[in-house]
Nanobody, 127 residues
Framework: QVRLVESGGGSVQPGGSLRLSCTAS????????IGWFRQPPGKEREAISC????????YYKPSYKDRFTMRSDGAANTLYLLIDNLQPEDTATYHC????????????????????WGQGTQVTVSS
């Protein structure tokens, strides 16, 4: 059974950091292209980044490149998203999504390219 599970969200103060996790099961890790997306309350979903574990290729939307970092652990079938200097505007539900192929830079930020989604993990940033 194909499954993605996110974890690691929570409530933090501005300036704090979080490490979100996306653990996949039912996949062969190196067959995947995996993306991170977020949806702020009352707003549309936003693409953050993606990675192709088999290629070691990672792409970030420019507005996320400074504070967001992905780390892949193939042995644990887990992709991490490290977020530094969290700000109130980072408040959102964060989702990972998977495609059963490598995703190009052009496909990376298109949610329609990912058939498989996790349930999301909530991040709340407030003082």
């Amino acid at each position: 059974q194909v499954r993605l599970v996110e974890s690691g969200g929570g409530s933090v103060q501005p300036g704090g950091s979080l490490r979100l996790s996306c653990t996949a099961s039912g996949f062969i890790w190196d067959d995947l292209g995996i993306g991170w997306f977020r949806q702020p309350p009352g707003k549309e979903r936003e693409a953050i980044s993606c990675v192709n574990p088999s290629l070691g290729a990672a792409y970030y939307k420019p507005s996320y490149k400074d504070r967001f970092t992905m780390r892949s652990d193939g042995a644990a079938n887990t992709l991490y998203l490290l977020i530094d200097n969290l700000q109130p505007e980072d408040t959102a539900t964060y989702h990972c999504a998977a495609a059963l192929r490598d995703v190009s830079y052009f496909d990376c930020f298109d949610a329609a390219e990912y058939p498989h989604w996790g349930q999301g993990t909530q991040v709340t940033v407030s003082s």
